[in-house]
């Protein structure tokens, strides 16, 4: 196994546990099914490009046309890119999440994520277009130019940043914060009843959510070093959700669990596949979103709390509640 | 102000085709209360099996009625091996949201090594034009906004004048109430999606054959016009539906004609926002997408 083989796969796995923690905070959490979730990603990675690289009119780049092209040392192109995947969630989030039922949100966020790639598609003066950016600097390139110990240091810069999100996510679910989350996703209108703003706090995690998502494009970007449109189109929504739900949804746990699961191994084992060339050319990627489709249905049928459940929270003095006498009263059979 | 009045011409063709597909789905939802996500996919592969029974010979307007009858099968077996036993196990709505997208997906990509990337087009296509003062319309066009009034009436007379219609009613005005009145509820839905498939399946083959050229990735595009229609109109309400695509048919025509054709569905997608933002339970519904009170 060479270095860059393993740095791609520990790369990778830090981009999609970053990614399947935010998701996890704003679906498994909160009940927020974000089918645009992908589009956070890509507008952080976006932002992440075009602060880091030079003007377009600059003479190595002036084959793409973009707009910005700051050249702003490392780690603010990363904040950047977590910023605007905060401040995209601002309007998205006060038109899907204010007044619609949540199956409504679910289409609402699915249609934005289509809409989203078809325009950065079409628009090209805006970010290339189709073509994507290309030759995005690596963060700090010009401090470290022995690619052998540069894949080192984006293997850790990487873990910090999930060391980070993951301390993020793990205070909020586990403050009182989460646990009004965990009440809203639970029972929306009981959590209402009690004076907790449900829009409010879908907002909140929206907005939080975002932020991630958006560092999470961040990194891979600075990896990756390209980015277009057919990087972000709405599956990859859908494999993101796949890892939540085999992972075990509403814990971090979990999340991480699915992330190593399912995008990176799934993937893995896949590209092992392509390697041997089975079948026609495109039948091995085809056949992998077909696996995708039915994992989740597989574990919405037969586990649908996941590899790793979400522990029930049960507080001393609570009224012990078993699930089985409350299935009965629930059916009216006392 | 000719350019206008053409594009007014296409506007007749575009509803056309938009309300075969948005009454379908919104009936699917109002009835069996199910946001059918595949229905996008189920629509291309409804297009593509006409496209091989065209390709062997078979007249065009019999593979249409191949791939509507294709559509009817193909939606009614989604829901007896897949919604519906989710739904008995007590799948949250959301939950089946994600199920009919895993399904979407899998339909997709299961067809794709089979049919491949490349767009394809039916053969014997009717072009040659006919005049209307400065509408110009083919052969192929006509049929295709005479099939829709067609179907529409149809869709009419089914809801309004049939015993089949009145139980559709019952059952997705209260489906526990309809069974107590002696309402087969459950035949009533396996007909439902038959019926919206046959739609379904007659609204890709249609939507194919109105776009000249179409691929695998068609699908998407299409569940988008469907549903943008949908919503507009108040998801659930087959009439609403109808509103909901001659007023998307229209401004997505008019405004590829005095902008640009690459933003159609931008458009469709602008109306919906603005729909969502100001009256979120749509033209006709009374809640619709509204959130519960609370």
């Keep these: 196994m060479n270095t860059y083989y393993l740095a791609n796969l520990l790369i990778f796995a830090g981009v999609d546990i970053v990614a399947c923690l935010a998701l996890n905070l704003q679906f498994g959490v909160s009940g927020v099914v974000n089918f645009s979730f992908i589009v956070f990603q890509a507008a952080g990675a976006y932002a992440a490009a075009v602060l880091s690289m030079p003007p377009d009119t600059a003479p190595d780049y002036s084959f793409q046309i973009y707009v910005g092209g700051y050249q702003l040392p490392f780690p603010l192109p990363w904040v950047g890119g977590a910023v605007v995947g905060a401040l995209l969630a601002l309007p998205i989030g006060l038109v899907v999440l204010r007044r619609l039922r949540a199956d409504y949100q679910a289409i609402a966020l699915l249609v934005t994520s289509i809409i989203a790639n078809t325009v950065i598609n079409n628009a090209r003066p805006l970010l290339n277009g189709a073509a994507g950016l290309a030759a995005v600097p690596q963060p700090l390139g010009s401090v470290v130019s022995d690619p052998n110990s540069y894949q080192y240091l984006y293997i850790g810069l990487t873990a910090i940043c999930v ?66 449109p057919s990087t972000w189109l709405y599956p990859e929504t859908i494999i993101l959700f796949a890892a939540v739900i085999v992972g075990g949804r509403g814990n971090n746990v979990g999340a991480i669990v699915g992330a190593l699961l399912v995008p990176v191994g799934f993937e893995e084992v896949t590209r092992l596949l392509q390697r041997m060339n089975i079948g026609p050319p495109n039948l091995i990627p085809a056949l992998e979103w077909v696996c995708i489709g039915l994992l989740i249905l597989g574990f919405l049928w037969f586990r649908p709390r996941g590899v790793v459940p979400e522990q029930r929270r049960v507080f001393p003095g609570a009224p012990a509640v078993e699930e089985e006498t409350r299935w009965v009263v629930g059916k009216g059979a006392r | 102000m000719s350019l206008l009045i053409a594009a007014f011409g296409f506007g007749l063709v575009s509803m056309s085709v938009i309300a075969l597909a948005a009454v379908g789905f919104t009936m699917q939802f109002g009835i069996t209360n199910m946001i059918n996500l595949a229905y996008g996919e189920v629509m291309i592969t409804s297009a593509f099996f006409a496209y091989y029974l065209n390709q062997a010979r078979v007249s065009v307007w019999i593979a249409m009625l191949g791939g509507a009858a294709f559509g009817a099968v193909f939606s009614f077996l989604i829901n007896r091996f897949v919604y519906t036993p989710f739904q008995r196990k007590g799948t949250a709505l959301l939950g089946m949201v994600i199920v009919s997208l895993a399904v979407s997906l899998m339909i997709a990509n299961g067809l794709l090594p089979i049919v491949g990337y490349f767009s394809v087009s039916y053969r014997e296509r009717f072009s040659q034009l006919l005049r209307f003062g400065d509408i110009a319309l083919t052969v192929n066009q006509i049929v295709i906004i005479v099939l829709a009034v067609v179907v529409m009436l149809a869709v009419h007379a089914l809801l309004r004048y049939t015993r089949l219609g009145k139980a559709m009613r019952a059952t997705a005005a209260n489906p526990m109430l309809a069974r107590n009145c002696g309402i087969p509820t459950q035949r009533v839905i396996d007909t439902v999606w038959l019926i919206t498939g046959a739609l379904c399946g007659l609204a890709g083959v249609v939507a194919a054959l109105d776009s000249d050229t179409f691929t695998i990735s068609s699908g998407a595009v299409f569940l988008i016009t469907a549903l943008a229609a949908a919503v507009l109109g108040g998801a659930g309400q087959p009439y609403g539906a109808m509103i909901g695509a001659v007023i998307i048919g229209l401004v997505t025509e008019l405004s590829a004609a005095v902008w640009s054709p690459d933003y159609k569905q931008v458009v469709a997608f602008a109306i919906l926002v603005l729909v969502m933002v100001l009256r979120p339970q749509g033209l006709l519904a009374k809640r619709g997408a509204l959130a519960a009170a609370g």
């Design chain 1, 163 to 228: 060391a980070i999100v993951w301390f993020i996510a793990a205070r909020i679910v586990n403050s009182p914060y989460g646990r009004t989350l965990r009440a809203m996703r639970e029972n929306e209108l009981a959590a209402g009843a009690l004076g907790k703003n449900s829009t409010a706090l879908k907002m909140s995690i929206f907005v939080v959510g975002g932020a991630i998502a958006g560092l999470s494009g961040a990194i891979l970007v600075g990896f990756l070093q390209v980015w277009a």
